[in-house]
């Protein structure tokens, strides 16, 4: 897409902090908001939509209230870092619905994964039954969250 900062201006980026911290905020509000008439600013979340800013819309869960209260890093390292190899693992890792998010890495370790369960036993039975057989997996190093201090979801968006 280009430098994606030239492409919108600061009430684009009002509109977008807005969405980031309320998906389902009306379009009227929206519009008083940032100073539009409610066609205007439905014009310009269109376009964001469709430029590729707004990526999706979705409800964020209380994990707690869902029963998966333990979040687990994990370091990977992989065998080897031939392409076959991340292909292999980024696939099988992506149909694993307790990863909440998997990250390629430089630095001592391939991949960091963050793993969403129940608790301490739950997480055995996901890495020995799931994780361990990863393709090409050859060393796994977990740590615990004992809480989140931080936990965003909104990305800092700044005027240019």
Request: hydrophobic residues 45%; contains cysteine; proline residues 3%.
């Amino acid at each position: 897409m280009g430098n994606a900062d030239s492409a919108i201006d600061h009430v684009d980026r009002a509109i977008l902090k807005l969405l980031q911290d309320d998906g389902r905020a009306a379009n009227v509000d929206l519009a008083d908001a940032v100073h539009l008439s409610a066609s205007a600013c439905l014009r310009r979340v269109r376009r964001l939509e469709q430029g590729g800013f707004i990526d999706r819309y979705v409800a964020l869960v209380d994990p707690t209230a869902v029963g998966l209260g333990t979040d687990v890093f994990v370091e990977i390292t992989l065998a080897s870092q031939d392409e076959p190899t991340l292909d292999a693992f980024e696939a099988a890792v992506a149909d694993r619905p307790e990863v909440l998010s998997c990250h390629l890495m430089a630095g001592n370790f391939d991949y960091l994964l963050h793993v969403v369960v129940r608790d301490v036993g739950d997480y055995e039975t996901v890495h020995r039954t799931h994780l361990a057989q990863l393709p090409g997996v050859d060393r796994m190093r977990s740590s615990f969250a004992l809480r989140s201090v931080c936990d965003r979801t909104a990305y800092p968006i700044r005027d240019a």
